[in-house]
């Protein structure tokens, strides 16, 4: 499924409206090049689950930690492990063990360590659109509300 992005207004609608849709485990990753915008759905996700604090790429911490209202999220960055190897030793078992949403980007770069994951995002950029592409890849339901429309994944 593809959804235009026109705007930063668009994709904070979009997150709120995935926040709305998500479940409280779920597995996410998120594809795209450079400045795509995939850190800004993210932000966009935690600020309709109430968060007001900065919301920053993990790029150099791996992994930024949210609880947000009893939710727990996790927000990871691969772009600069050079080994997937390294996922092993910060405890990416553990993180994918606790009961909460996480995101992956650049999540082709640790594959062989990631368990399977539940959505899968790729964010292209074409002229001045956002394109978000959508795909499920696990059983669990998920009913997207978007521009008044009712979207299963």
Same mark, same amino acid.
């Given at each position: 499924?593809?959804?235009?992005?026109?705007?930063?207004?668009?994709?904070?609608?979009?997150?709120?409206?995935?926040?709305?849709?998500? $479940?409280?485990?779920?597995?996410? #990753?998120?594809?795209?090049?450079?400045?795509?915008?995939?850190?800004?759905?993210?932000?966009?996700?935690?600020?309709?689950?109430?968060?007001?604090? +900065?919301? !920053?790429?993990?790029?150099?911490?791996? =992994?930024?930690?949210?609880?947000?209202?009893?939710?727990?999220? #996790?927000? #990871?960055?691969?772009?600069?492990? +050079?080994?997937?190897?390294?996922?092993? #030793?910060?405890?990416?078992?553990?993180?994918? !063990?606790?009961?909460?949403?996480?995101?992956?980007?650049?999540?082709?770069?640790?594959? =062989?360590?990631? $368990?399977? $994951?539940?959505?899968?995002?790729?964010?292209? =950029?074409?002229?001045?659109?956002?394109?978000?592409?959508?795909?499920?890849?696990?059983?669990?339901?998920? !009913?997207?509300?978007?521009?008044?429309?009712?979207?299963?994944?």
């Amino acid at each position: 499924m593809n959804i235009e992005l026109k705007n930063l207004k668009e994709t904070q609608l979009l997150g709120a409206a995935l926040m709305a849709s998500l $479940p409280k485990s779920c597995l996410i #990753f998120l594809h795209g090049q450079l400045g795509a915008g995939k850190t800004t759905l993210v932000r966009s996700i935690l600020r309709a689950a109430g968060y007001q604090g +900065a919301v !920053k790429s993990p790029t150099y911490t791996l =992994v930024e930690e949210y609880n947000i209202n009893g939710q727990k999220f #996790f927000h #990871f960055d691969l772009y600069r492990i +050079a080994d997937p190897e390294e996922l092993e #030793f910060m405890g990416i078992r553990d993180y994918m !063990k606790e009961d909460a949403i996480c995101f992956i980007e650049w999540a082709e770069l640790g594959e =062989v360590f990631l $368990p399977k $994951p539940d959505l899968i995002f790729n964010v292209s =950029v074409q002229s001045e659109l956002r394109i978000l592409n959508m795909s499920k890849k696990s059983q669990k339901i998920i !009913k997207l509300r978007w521009k008044n429309n009712d979207l299963l994944l």
